[in-house]
């Protein structure tokens, strides 16, 4: 069966400090991987997707980025956080049909500070 | 701009009831409709998905959709409290698109 992780679980930075978040899949190749927010009061919203190594899809304009080292890897990165960036982020993966299920992972909560 | 509306609730049902959630959106060209259960401060999980008109049972839950009136609901049946949480409903928009879009969910609260 197909396992997501991701890490950490959570996160306290200070404003303009980098971050990395890492999503991994297990049980599965060439998966569809998405990196969506969901900040308080608001729904949720895609930031990146991945329909394969070294292809990302950006949804939002934001001082974020993703990145797919490896076929079941999603890193979301940024080299300066702002307060604006606190939020639930979710990792979900889906099988190779656009049109297919998405499944979340655990999740990290970050709050800037 | 596409949008996904849901009523944001809270709504609370009696234990055993029969809870109704609805959902309507916006894009006539989308294929795909899914309903997400979350827990407070868990990770969103799937429970149903529905690509066609009409009804889809599983177990205690019930999808149904409507793309003439571009309409989407979920019934829970013989409510439990274990079924207090807010439920997204997502859409895929258009054709071939990879792009979920979330409703803001409805809260579900029931009550034993």
């Known amino acids: 069966s197909q396992t997501i992780h991701q890490w950490p679980a959570t996160l306290v930075q200070p404003v303009g400090s980098p971050l990395s978040l890492e999503c991994t899949v297990e049980?599965?190749?060439?998966?569809?991987l998405y990196w969506y927010r969901q900040a308080a009061g608001r729904g949720l919203q895609l930031l990146f997707y991945?329909?394969?190594?070294?292809?990302i899809s950006s949804e939002v304009p934001q001082n974020l980025s993703a990145s797919r080292p490896q076929d079941r890897q999603f890193i979301l990165s940024s080299k300066k956080l702002l307060l604006s960036d606190s939020g639930f982020y979710l990792c979900?993966?889906?099988?190779?049909?656009?049109?297919?299920?998405?499944?979340f992972g655990p999740g990290t909560r970050l709050t800037v500070t | 701009q596409k949008e996904v509306e849901q009523n944001s609730g809270p709504l609370s049902v009696p234990e055993g009831a029969i809870a109704s959630l609805n959902c309507t959106y916006s894009?006539?060209?989308?294929?795909?409709f899914f309903w997400y259960r979350q827990y407070s401060g868990k990770s969103p999980e799937l429970i149903m998905s529905?690509?066609?008109?009409g009804d889809k049972e599983d177990g205690r839950f019930t999808a149904q959709l409507n793309k003439a009136s571009q309409y989407v609901s979920l019934l829970i049946r013989d409510s439990q409290p274990s079924d207090s949480a807010t439920y997204l409903c997502?859409?895929?928009?258009?054709?071939?698109?990879?792009?979920?879009?979330f409703g803001k969910g409805t809260k579900l609260s029931v009550i034993p």
């Open positions: 979900a993966w889906s099988s190779g049909s656009s049109w297919s299920e998405q499944y």
């Open positions: 049980g599965t190749s060439n998966p569809n």
């Open positions: 991945s329909v394969g190594i070294g292809q």
């Open positions: 894009d006539r060209g989308s294929q795909s």
């Open positions: 529905i690509y066609s008109n």
């Open positions: 997502a859409v895929l928009l258009g054709a071939g698109s990879y792009q979920l879009t």
